[in-house]
């Protein structure tokens, strides 16, 4: 009954791990006890990928960071340099920041390469990596091939 001794009552752990019920009583969860805008912070310190397991980590992190524009149009901004037509399109079509950097992070990740001339002396599509090949529309395809012929 030692394990009993470390909880008071009535404080019970409750769900617990991933897909659980929140645990605010968890010392170890700072964004139940940090305010908002620290947990913000401290989640704007996470490269894409890692903000998106962490908003699946629990739903008082999820909470948090899909509530948070400002983490996602931090990411989206840095995508900018590379997709700044289609970001500039997204956003004028109303899409929040979150969607916007979804619909074109994987996009940004693939015209870098082509565009940084990563792809330039492939001998046949065949050598392409499959994650090469994402779907672009006719002015990114005109953009990879300027690139290619000031190479």
């Keep these: 009954m030692e394990g009993a001794a470390l909880r008071p009552v009535g404080r019970e752990k409750r769900g617990g791990g991933r897909g659980g019920e929140d645990n605010e009583d968890d010392p170890a969860d700072f964004v139940a006890v940090l305010p908002p805008e620290v947990s913000c912070r401290i989640f704007?310190?996470?490269?894409?990928?890692?903000?998106?397991?962490?908003?699946?980590?629990?739903?008082?992190?999820?909470?948090?960071?899909?509530?948070?524009?400002?983490?996602?149009?931090?990411?989206?901004?840095?995508?900018?340099?590379?997709?700044?037509?289609?970001?500039?399109?997204?956003?004028?079509?109303?899409?929040?920041?979150?969607?916007?950097?979804?619909?074109?992070?994987?996009k940004s990740k693939v015209k870098q390469e082509w565009l940084s001339g990563k792809y330039s002396n492939v001998p046949s599509q065949n050598s392409l990596p499959e994650k090469s090949m994402y779907p672009m529309d006719v002015d990114t395809w005109g953009e990879i091939l300027e690139a290619e012929l000031e190479r």
């Excluded at 948090?64 to 079509?93: F, K, M, P, T, Y």
Aim: proline share 0%.
């Design 44 to 106: 704007g310190d996470l490269d894409v990928e890692s903000l998106c397991h962490a908003a699946a980590t629990c739903k008082g992190w999820h909470r948090v960071i899909e509530g948070s524009e400002r983490l996602w149009r931090h990411h989206c901004l840095s995508l900018r340099a590379v997709c700044r037509r289609e970001i500039d399109c997204d956003r004028g079509n109303g899409y929040s920041w979150k969607i916007t950097l979804l619909r074109n992070y994987w």
